[in-house]
C-alpha cells in the first residue's frame, strides 16, 4: 500500500473504512492520485512535509472528504437498489398468485355457464371427476390389500407403466380435489396472501421512498459539516516543559488486565511436538526464557517458571516492546496478545498495515499518531481480521487453527469491552 495512503488516513481518519476488504476498487488509486495532485508530489518524505502546511492541508482534507462522501452515496444507491429487488420479487409473487386464481376461476366460470345452459357438456367435469376419484382409490386399495409381486422375473416395463399410472393418477386426483374444494378455503386464502403481500410491497416501497429521502438530506448535511469540519486547521498539539506533545499517563492496571487475559489464554506448561516453539509455561516458550535469563536452561526450569517472572517477561519482551502504554485501551490488547502468539516484529507490522503508515515493525510516535486517529472500534476489528488472515496462510493452521481462532474471537471481545 502506498505511503501517501498513510497521509490521507491521518488527515482523515474515517478514509481507512473505505480501504477495507469490502471496499470499492479503485478507491486505493483515487486517493493517491488526489494526494499528489494536490501536494504536486509522489515522494513519501516531501508529502509529509508538504501536508504539515496548513493551506495544503486544509485544500487536502476538502478533496479527502469529498472521496468520503461519494463513496457513502454509493453505499446509500446499494442499500436502495436491494430495497428496490425486494418490491420486485413482491411483486413478481403477486403476479403469480393473480394468474393461478384467474386460471382456477375459468374453469369454474364454465362449468357454472354450461350448468346454467343445461348444456350436456356440463357433466364432463363431472364425469372426469368420478373416474379419476374412483381410479386412485380403486388403485390404492388394490396395492395395499394384494400388493405387487417384485421380483427379478418381472418385466420392467410393465412396472415401468405402472408407476407412470399410479402416478398420473395421484396427480389427477389432487387436481380433482382442488378443483372442487378449493375454492372456499385455499382460494380464499391466496386472496389474503396477494392482497398481504401487494400491501407489503407498497410499504416497503413506500419506507424507502421515505427512507431514501431522509439519507439524501442527512448525506448533504453530513457532507457540509465534514467539509466545514475539514477546513478548520488541526489543533496544535500540546506541549509539556521539555517540549515534546504531553501524553496521558495510561492506568498502570490496564497492563494487569491485559497480561491476565495472556495468561488465560496460554494456559500451562506444554511441549507439543508440532509446535515450533517447543516447551513452553505460561505462553514462555524455552528460548525465551533462556534469551531473558542470558544462560542455558532445561524443560524442567520452562516448568517451574513462577508467575512473577513471567509478568516480568511479558511486560519487558512485549508490552514494552510493543509500545502498548501508548496505545490506546483495547487496541493494546489485540497487538499484545498477537505479540505474544506471532511475534513482536509480525504485531508491529500488521498494525501498521492496518493505520496506513511505513512497515519497519518499530512502533513509534507515526504509528501511534495514527492509531489515535482511527476510530478504535473499526481498528481493532480490521486487525483482527489481518491477523487471522495470517494465521490462516501459515502450514500449521489444520492443526492449531481452532485455537487460534477462538482465542482471537476472545480476545476482540474483551479489547471491545475496553472502548
Not at 442527512?218 to 475539514?230: F, S
Not at 509455561?281 to 542470558?294: D, Q, S, V
Not at 489515535?372 to 472500534?377: G, L, M, Q, T
Request: include cysteine; proline fraction near 4%; charge should be negative.
Amino acid at each position: 500500500m502506498s505511503p501517501l495512503v498513510g497521509i490521507a488516513v491521518s488527515l482523515l481518519p474515517d478514509l481507512a473504512k473505505r480501504l477495507t476488504k469490502d471496499a470499492r476498487p479503485g478507491t486505493q488509486d483515487l486517493i493517491v492520485n488526489v494526494v499528489k495532485e494536490v501536494l504536486g508530489t509522489d515522494d513519501p518524505t516531501e508529502a509529509a512535509r508538504l501536508a504539515q502546511d496548513p493551506q495544503l492541508s486544509t485544500e487536502l482534507r476538502v478533496r479527502l472528504a469529498e472521496i468520503e462522501a461519494a463513496a457513502e452515496a454509493k453505499q446509500v444507491e446499494a442499500q436502495m437498489a436491494a430495497r428496490q429487488a425486494q418490491v420486485d420479487e413482491l411483486k413478481l409473487e403477486i403476479e403469480s398468485f393473480k394468474t393461478e386464481l384467474e386460471d382456477k376461476q375459468d374453469a369454474r366460470g364454465m362449468l357454472k355457464s354450461l350448468a346454467e345452459d343445461r348444456s350436456p357438456f356440463a357433466w364432463g367435469p363431472v364425469v372426469v371427476s368420478v373416474i379419476v376419484t374412483v381410479g386412485f382409490f380403486a388403485t390404492l386399495l388394490y396395492l395395499i390389500i394384494v400388493g405387487l409381486d417384485v421380483d427379478e422375473s418381472s418385466n420392467p416395463a410393465v412396472m415401468q407403466i405402472v408407476n407412470i399410472a399410479v402416478g398420473a393418477l395421484t396427480a389427477g386426483f389432487a387436481t380433482v380435489v382442488s378443483f372442487w374444494l378449493g375454492s372456499s378455503d385455499g382460494s380464499r386464502r391466496k386472496d389474503v396472501a396477494a392482497s398481504l403481500a401487494q400491501q407489503s410491497a407498497v410499504a416497503i416501497q413506500q419506507q424507502s421512498t421515505r427512507n431514501a429521502s431522509r439519507v439524501l438530506e442527512a448525506q448533504e448535511r453530513q457532507t457540509a459539516a465534514l467539509i466545514e469540519k475539514v477546513s478548520q486547521p488541526p489543533p496544535a498539539a500540546a506541549f509539556s516543559a521539555g517540549g515534546s506533545p504531553a501524553q496521558k499517563q495510561k492506568d498502570t492496571r490496564q497492563f494487569h488486565n491485559c497480561v491476565d487475559v495472556i495468561l488465560r489464554h496460554e494456559g500451562g506448561y506444554v511441549d507439543h511436538p508440532d509446535d515450533p516453539g517447543g516447551a513452553t509455561n505460561f505462553g514462555i516458550t524455552h528460548k525465551t526464557l533462556a534469551n531473558w535469563r542470558n544462560a542455558s536452561v532445561t524443560k524442567q526450569d520452562v516448568k517451574n517458571l513462577e508467575l512473577d517472572e513471567v509478568k516480568q517477561i511479558y511486560r519487558a519482551n512485549y508490552w514494552n516492546a510493543l509500545n502498548c502504554d501508548a496505545l490506546p485501551e483495547g487496541i493494546d490488547l489485540v497487538v499484545f496478545d498477537f505479540g505474544v502468539n506471532a511475534g513482536v516484529t509480525r504485531a508491529a507490522k500488521v498494525l501498521q498495515k492496518t493505520v496506513f503508515v511505513e512497515q519497519d515493525g518499530q512502533i513509534g510516535p507515526i504509528t501511534i499518531g495514527a492509531a489515535k486517529r482511527i476510530d478504535p472500534e473499526h481498528l481493532i476489528r480490521t486487525f483482527t481480521d489481518a491477523r487471522m488472515d495470517f494465521y490462516r496462510s501459515l502450514s500449521t493452521w489444520k492443526t492449531f487453527g481452532r485455537g487460534w481462532e477462538r482465542r482471537t474471537h476472545e480476545t476482540l471481545e474483551l479489547a471491545l469491552k475496553m472502548l
